[in-house]
C-alpha cells in the first residue's frame, strides 16, 4: 500500500494536502460563462447561433423541422447531447405542439442511437426550467441526454472529482450523426 504524496511546506501558505491535482484550465470558459448571454434576448444566445453553423464546427449531431440535436459542450459522459428548439424559447410550456412532438421524437431517436454505438446502458434526461433550477441558459430551453453505463461512477468521479471522457468531441459527433 503507498502512503501517498510527499506532503511540502510552501513558504507562507502551509503544508500542502495530500490531494492531487489534474488541471483542466480549458473549463474556465464555462465557469466564467463565456458565450453565455447577458439577458433572456436571442441576440448572442449560443443556441440560436449554433444552426448558423455547419454541423461539424457547431456539433451538431442531427437537424429537424422545429428542433435540433447538439453535443454538449462540457460533457458528464461521452455522447451527452442535448435536443433543442430553434425557436428562442425559455419555458416548456412555450413550446408548440411540433415541438413538443419533435423534442419527443429525438429523444427517443437520441437514445436508440446513442445505445447502438456506445452500448449505453441507461440515460439521464432532463430540462433544468430556469436558473434556480441550474439551467446554464435559462433563456433557451434545451433537453439534456446523458449516457450512463454501469460502473460508470467509478474512483475518478467519485473520489477523484475528474470526469475521463475517452473520446474528443469532434469524434462523437461523426459516430451519432453517421448513424442518426
Same mark, same amino acid.
Given at each position: 500500500?503507498?502512503?501517498?504524496?510527499?506532503l511540502v511546506?510552501?513558504?507562507?501558505?502551509?503544508v500542502?494536502?495530500a490531494?492531487?491535482?489534474?488541471?483542466?484550465?480549458?473549463?474556465?470558459?464555462y465557469?466564467?460563462?463565456?458565450?453565455?448571454?447577458?439577458?433572456?434576448?436571442?441576440?448572442?444566445?449560443?443556441?440560436?447561433?449554433?444552426?448558423?453553423?455547419?454541423?461539424?464546427? %457547431?456539433? &451538431?449531431?442531427?437537424? !429537424?423541422?422545429?428542433?435540433?440535436?447538439?453535443?454538449? $459542450?462540457? /460533457?458528464?459522459?461521452? =455522447?451527452?447531447?442535448?435536443?433543442?428548439?430553434?425557436?428562442?424559447?425559455?419555458?416548456?410550456?412555450?413550446?408548440?405542439?411540433?415541438?413538443?412532438?419533435?423534442?419527443?421524437?429525438?429523444?427517443?431517436?437520441?437514445m436508440?442511437?446513442?445505445?447502438?454505438v456506445?452500448?449505453?446502458?441507461?440515460?439521464?434526461?432532463?430540462?433544468?426550467? %430556469?436558473? &434556480?433550477?441550474?439551467? !446554464?441558459?435559462?433563456?433557451?430551453?434545451?433537453?439534456h $441526454?446523458? /449516457?450512463?453505463?454501469? =460502473?460508470d461512477?467509478?474512483?475518478?468521479p467519485v473520489?477523484?472529482?475528474?470526469?475521463?471522457?475517452?473520446?474528443?468531441?469532434?469524434?462523437?459527433?461523426?459516430?451519432?450523426?453517421?448513424?442518426?
Amino acid at each position: 500500500m503507498s502512503e501517498g504524496p510527499e506532503l511540502v511546506e510552501q513558504q507562507g501558505a502551509g503544508v500542502q494536502d495530500a490531494f492531487h491535482r489534474l488541471w483542466t484550465p480549458h473549463r474556465m470558459a464555462y465557469i466564467k460563462g463565456q458565450d453565455k448571454p447577458d439577458d433572456d434576448e436571442d441576440t448572442g444566445c449560443p443556441f440560436c447561433r449554433i444552426p448558423s453553423l455547419d454541423d461539424k464546427t %457547431g456539433l &451538431i449531431v442531427a437537424r !429537424g423541422e422545429t428542433v435540433y440535436a447538439v453535443l454538449n $459542450l462540457y /460533457p458528464y459522459n461521452p =455522447g451527452h447531447l442535448m435536443v433543442v428548439p430553434y425557436r428562442h424559447v425559455a419555458d416548456y410550456t412555450e413550446l408548440t405542439v411540433e415541438e413538443t412532438r419533435e423534442v419527443a421524437e429525438f429523444t427517443q431517436h437520441a437514445m436508440k442511437v446513442i445505445r447502438a454505438v456506445s452500448g449505453a446502458h441507461g440515460f439521464n434526461i432532463g430540462l433544468n426550467q %430556469g436558473v &434556480i433550477a441550474g439551467a !446554464g441558459i435559462a433563456a433557451h430551453l434545451h433537453q439534456h $441526454l446523458v /449516457p450512463r453505463w454501469g =460502473g460508470d461512477a467509478n474512483f475518478m468521479p467519485v473520489i477523484g472529482q475528474t470526469k475521463v471522457l475517452p473520446q474528443l468531441l469532434g469524434e462523437t459527433r461523426d459516430l451519432l450523426s453517421d448513424a442518426w
